[in-house]
């Protein structure tokens, strides 16, 4: 072979390892411009899930939500932080936990018409008799997640 072909073989390798590398590092900011929206989205739904959170725990300390419907609420927003895959919320707020225990079968909205109304009633006095059981460890653990939570 001639030094003309390897010249132009070397060019030819050249010109490849150049386009394959402008296109991983096109890739690879193509990759990083979708991580970073991505998380941005990540955050703004975080962030809306918590001034939820913080929204309906006022609420409930101003007395404008029943507190088993806060605690239903808040229990469920927490489990939807992505934290909550591997961070238990129950140890940091045992008493809304609790609460959401005992009342989470019982229907809401809709479905509560298909019982019978005494059956209402009964699940009824049976929440609020929770309600004022545990008023004040519910709205301890309100103060703490006002205060470990950012305001909003």
Sequence with gaps: MSSELY???????????????????????????????????????????????????????????????????????????????????SNDYPAMHDMYEKIKHMPTHESRKKFPKKKVKEMDDEREGYEKSMRDIILADVDKLLRQFPTA
């Excluded at 991580?35 to 007395?63: F, G, N």
């Excluded at 489990?79 to 238990?88: G, S």
């Design 7 to 89: 010249w132009i073989i070397a060019i030819v390798g050249i010109a490849i390892i150049v386009a394959l590398g402008w296109y991983a590092a096109t890739l690879v900011l193509r990759l990083r411009t979708q991580t970073q929206v991505r998380e941005a989205a990540v955050q703004k739904r975080v962030d809306r899930i918590d001034e939820s959170i913080i929204t309906i725990a006022k609420a409930m300390q101003q007395e404008q939500c029943p507190l088993s419907e806060g605690c239903l609420r808040i229990v469920v927003l927490l489990d939807h932080r992505p934290e909550a895959v591997d961070y238990d919320y």
